[in-house]
């Protein structure tokens, strides 16, 4: 009896794969139930432990579905199944597949990468924020100076040049999420769970981005 063999990392996209596959969410929240244990130092899981450990909005209904999630999972290098011989209790449990899994390394450093990919949305999102509020303030230096009889040259410098380079970090920002948007069009062969999750993740940026800038709009009114 032998465990599921990984593909050829140079095949595909390796511990990559499951990202453009169906069941998208299925395979991201299995490994980070894998990763959940592993903070806990349980190194290996049943495929039932598995499925207790799932969010009840991805959790398959029937064992069999995480199965086949940790199956594939197996295949692209993600994970790695060894014979569960700690249950057999008979002759016919030698015939049965039965495995435990474990994260391999691979596996492990893709989800470190795919950790700070996540963290830095997060903090492109906070940076947004921090610009639009440093633009109101600048712009409200400005309105102060544009006042004055003799506004101090010096001061004007400095909040157009602070304003100059929150405008710039604004638009590093815009770039940077219209590049993420093209690479994300160009997936053709991507399937529908994978585009509604990103659908959703587009659909939040743009409502955080837009409060974000009616905050802003409204505070500097006050």
């Known amino acids: 009896m032998s465990s599921p063999r990984p593909e050829d990392p140079s095949n595909g996209y390796g511990p990559f794969a499951h990202l453009t596959a169906p069941n998208v969410l299925l395979y991201r929240a299995v490994m980070r139930a894998f990763l959940v244990a ?3 130092f349980a190194v290996h899981l049943r495929p039932e432990e598995v499925h207790a450990g799932l969010p009840s909005d991805v959790r398959p209904g029937e064992l069999e579905g995480v199965v086949g999630a940790l199956d594939k999972l197996v295949e692209w290098g993600n994970l790695r199944a060894d014979p569960d011989t700690g249950r057999v209790t008979a002759v016919e449990d030698f015939y049965r597949k039965r495995f435990i899994y474990q994260l391999t390394r691979e596996g492990e450093a ?13 903090r492109r999102g906070a940076l947004q924020a921090v610009a639009l509020h440093d633009i109101v303030t600048q712009l409200r230096v400005l309105l102060v100076l544009a006042a004055e009889e003799e506004p101090d040259p010096a001061k004007a410098h400095l909040a157009l040049d602070g304003l100059a380079s929150r405008f710039a970090a ?7 999420f ?3 948007l093209q690479r994300t069009i160009d997936l053709h062969d991507v399937g529908e769970e994978v585009f509604l999750a ?3 993740q587009l659909i939040q940026y743009l409502e955080r981005f ?3 800038l ?3 709009v409204g505070g500097s009114r006050g």
Not at 113 to 121: G, Q
Request: aromatic share 6%; net charge negative.
């Open 38 to 40: 592993k903070e806990q």
């Open 110 to 122: 893709a989800e470190q990468a795919l950790s700070a990919y996540d963290e830095a949305l997060g």
């Open 170 to 176: 604004l638009a590093d920002n815009a770039r940077a």
């Open 178 to 180: 219209m590049g993420s």
């Open 198 to 200: 990103y659908k959703d």
């Open 210 to 212: 837009i409060q974000d």
């Open 214 to 216: 009616i905050t802003s």
